[in-house]
């Protein structure tokens, strides 16, 4: 299974509009970091989590031509405000794109794009979505499953997602404050594990390197990769901060375009 970051910022974005500190000024590519969103390839498919705000310009930069189905973590504006962007990929497809989230989030997603559950006006298109209320392991096609791994993020719910392909599995958790106990057992082991890893200092709703770090610590994956980064620390500055921990797996920081491939077995 291939595991690549389409993008790994925070909901600003790296560069923030009108800031100029030194990470937004960064010459590093690893610095410029597009809203949050992973796609998992494998067993023939390709698999999406999350629509941000940069998706049409994160899949044009990745050349990626199809999408067999779409995994949702929550409804912020910087993980679903590219949804609609989802018709490039369905206006293709012979069936309604699947589309798996939790009952809430389908419900928010049907708040915000009420005309997606309409025939378009003869003549237009729109989005062919099927939603799936997810709130349990399922197959999502042969040999790929997909689990929901529902964890604190502030007010709000937000799910993380586990895939398992031909014997590799990869759970990712973008926005984090807390992971409650059942969720951890499901993510125990991992091949890879990524984390929400806002910022050095603490905030109120996304996991500081040292919270991810530490949630990392007892999870205990086979690599550990951190995203959503804001423009708090630079790329290698961020490595670095893992580096110090010493953790006893591979750990390191996510950015823009990386693609992680996981030995099938
Ligand atoms: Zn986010
Ligand atoms: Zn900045
Ligand atoms: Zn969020």
Redesign the pocket.
Known sequence: MRVEFLGTG??YGIPMVGCGCPVCRSRDPRDKRF??SVLFTGAGKAVLLDT?QDLRLACLRSGIRRVDAVLM??E?A??VFGFDDLRAFSNRMEEPLPVYASSALCAALRRTFPYLGRPPVPGTSLARLKLHETDGRREIFPGVAATPLPVE?GRSAMTGWRVDCGGASAAVV??CKRIPPETMEKIRGVDLLVL?GLREEPHPT?FSFSEALDAAEEAQPKRLLLT?LCHATSHRDACAVVARRGLPFPASVAFDRLAVTLPES
């Open positions: 925070t909901s809203r949050p941000p973590s929550h912020h910087d993980h993020h973008s926005d929400d996304h959503h």
